[in-house]
């Protein structure tokens, strides 16, 4: 009996412990079958529908064969598409660890997928290529960085409306106008506000600068506060 309650603190810590750890499903025949696919010596096509069946049944055991074709031709693009639909993280921590390794068209695919998954976390990596007129990556990412639409994303989109280059002035107000809906629905309507009326500024008259100050009223109306203009 001693022995037993002896044992009880233990046990007790080793029940806590499996509670707090999520279990980790194994992949299921479809996601089994796909993976094989990939591994295997068939052609592009049924690597590019095994890719994007992942993106509907796979989960972290299909993210490293995914994130080995990123920047493979004909396949990257399935691979991203498989990579966007799975919803564990381990996705967007892919998508980011690859951002260094790709260039071109494969980067800048890297970048919009970041920005379908709305992924937070790459904010920061966004942010430079953003800025940076070499990446060839900088309107993609100004593009994630208006779906992603934190505050950080938006105070980003701000500045380059303010001081970035004229060629990238149009597409960031289109992600602006993206994120100001974001922040808008998130409660954040003097976020919203702030990226709308910089827009406004930085456009001359015109259907843009029209639609963002369109809103800034809307949200002013709703608020109480005067529309900028």
């Given at each position: 009996m001693?022995?037993?309650?002896?044992?009880?603190?233990?046990?007790?810590?080793w029940v806590l412990a499996g509670c707090t750890t999520a279990p980790t499903s194994p992949p299921s025949p479809v996601e089994t079958a796909a993976l094989a696919v990939l591994a295997s010596d068939a052609g592009l096509r049924e690597k590019a529908r095994a890719g994007q069946e992942l993106g509907d049944f796979g989960g972290p055991a299909s993210v490293p064969a995914l994130a080995a074709l990123l920047?493979?031709?004909?396949?990257?693009?399935?691979?991203?598409?498989?990579?966007?639909?799975?919803k564990d993280p381990s996705a967007g921590a892919a998508l980011r660890a690859a951002l260094p390794t790709l260039e071109g068209r494969y980067l800048?695919?890297?970048?919009?997928?970041?920005?379908?998954?709305?992924?937070?976390?790459?904010?920061p990596a966004l942010q430079k290529l953003a800025i940076d007129s070499e990446s060839g990556a900088a309107a993609a990412?100004?593009?994630?960085?208006?779906?992603?639409?934190?505050p950080a994303a938006a105070k980003t989109l701000q500045e380059i409306l303010a001081n970035g280059p004229l060629a990238l002035r149009v597409p960031?107000?289109?992600?602006?106008?993206?994120?100001?809906?974001h922040l808008a629905?998130?409660?954040?309507?003097?976020?919203?506000?702030?990226?709308?009326?910089?827009?406004?500024?930085?456009?001359?008259p015109g259907h843009l600068a029209t639609v963002a100050n369109d809103k800034v009223?809307?949200?002013s109306g709703a608020s109480g506060a005067p529309a900028r203009r």
């Open positions: 001693k022995f037993i309650r002896s044992l009880l603190p233990v046990l007790l810590v920047g493979k031709e004909h396949l990257a693009d399935y691979a991203r598409s498989g990579l966007e639909g799975i800048a695919g890297a970048v919009n997928s970041l920005g379908v998954r709305r992924d937070v976390a790459a904010v990412a100004i593009a994630s960085l208006g779906m992603i639409a934190t960031t107000a289109h992600a602006a106008l993206v994120a100001a809906e629905r998130n409660g954040n309507t003097a976020g919203a506000r702030a990226v709308l009326n910089a827009v406004v500024r930085a456009l001359p009223a809307a949200l």
